[in-house]
């Protein structure tokens, strides 16, 4: 029940991650790191909010998103334990605020923000604050203390500008929201974010071709190439059962109940339910 309870605030979190932002989020989450490899890290906690990706070199470090504004100072105690490094980077895989909501705090401490052109977009549109000024489109490269970084946009998933963060060296892809892991974790389109369940598994196509072991989901523990392919054919399930539903002219409530009988949904993703109907029939 509990895990539940945390499960419901985190989507509402999801997608209203940008209006919580504006109200400051919620309080500080308890932080744990996650060692994945000599110098990279996750600073992870019970799901809300998003997983940190830390990249560690000897000329700085490099960040996979930072959670809500909250929870900067925590992040910062922890990077401070793996490095005295200061912060250089930060890349933000998409605009929630559960994602974004530390980025002005990092800027005023001197790291650089970068984002996708569309997820700037979103950003400018919601007046979020920690906006970047340099973005890419498409494929974008970091280079730091000898340590390549790898941007990527495959297309819409979770929102229009989900951004995919791969280390090559280490066999390692941070996915933002494109992808959450768990049990209780389905797919979140955010229509007005621009996200897509019909284009979500082709840009999924997209990051399973790239070389990695490891994933770094937007939310949830740390976990494998293989879970991320069986997401990838769960939101290709979504797809073809709704379209199914919509040719035999089910109801809007009867598509409702598969989906939370069959693919887990639950009251956060029912805001979600209008777009899946326009988008896939
Ligand atoms: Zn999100």
């Given at each position: 029940m509990k895990r539940r309870l945390s499960?419901?605030?985190?989507?509402?979190?999801?997608l209203f991650g940008a209006y919580l932002q504006g109200q400051g989020g919620p309080r500080p989450s308890v932080l744990d790191v996650v060692k994945v490899q000599d110098d990279l890290f996750v600073i992870h906690n019970a799901v809300v909010p998003g997983n940190v990706t830390v990249l560690v070199t000897n000329e700085g470090v490099l960040l996979v998103d930072d959670k809500f504004a909250v929870d900067y100072d925590n992040i910062v105690a922890e990077v401070r334990k793996l490095t005295p490094q200061p912060i250089k980077f930060v890349i933000s895989t998409h605009h929630h605020?559960?994602?974004?909501?530390?980025?002005?705090?990092?800027q005023e401490a001197g790291a650089q923000v970068i984002t996708s052109e569309q997820t700037r977009k979103y950003m400018v549109d919601g007046n979020l604050p920690g906006m970047p000024m340099t973005t890419f489109d498409r494929r974008g490269f970091v280079h730091l203390?000898?340590?390549s970084v790898e941007l990527y946009q495959f297309g819409r998933a979770h929102t229009g500008g989900d951004t995919f963060?791969?280390?090559?060296?280490?066999?390692?892809l941070s996915t933002g929201d494109a992808f959450?892991?768990?049990?209780?974790t389905p797919q979140l389109v955010d229509y007005a974010g621009g996200g897509s369940a019909k284009d979500w598994p082709y840009t999924l196509d997209g990051a399973l071709q790239l070389d990695f072991d490891t994933v770094v989901p937007g939310h949830g523990l740390v976990t494998t190439k293989a879970e991320l392919r069986k997401f990838r054919d769960s939101t290709?399930?979504?797809?073809?059962?709704?379209h199914q539903m919509l040719v035999e002219k089910k109801t809007k409530d009867e598509i409702w109940q598969v989906l939370q009988s069959e693919f887990r949904w639950n009251q956060f993703q029912q805001r979600s339910v209008d777009g899946l109907m326009i988008e896939l029939q």
């Open positions: 499960l419901v605030f985190v989507l509402s979190i999801a605020g559960d994602h974004t909501g530390g980025n002005a705090k990092m203390g000898g340590k963060v791969y280390f090559p060296a280490h066999r390692v959450t892991f768990g049990d209780e290709m399930a979504v797809r073809t059962r709704v």
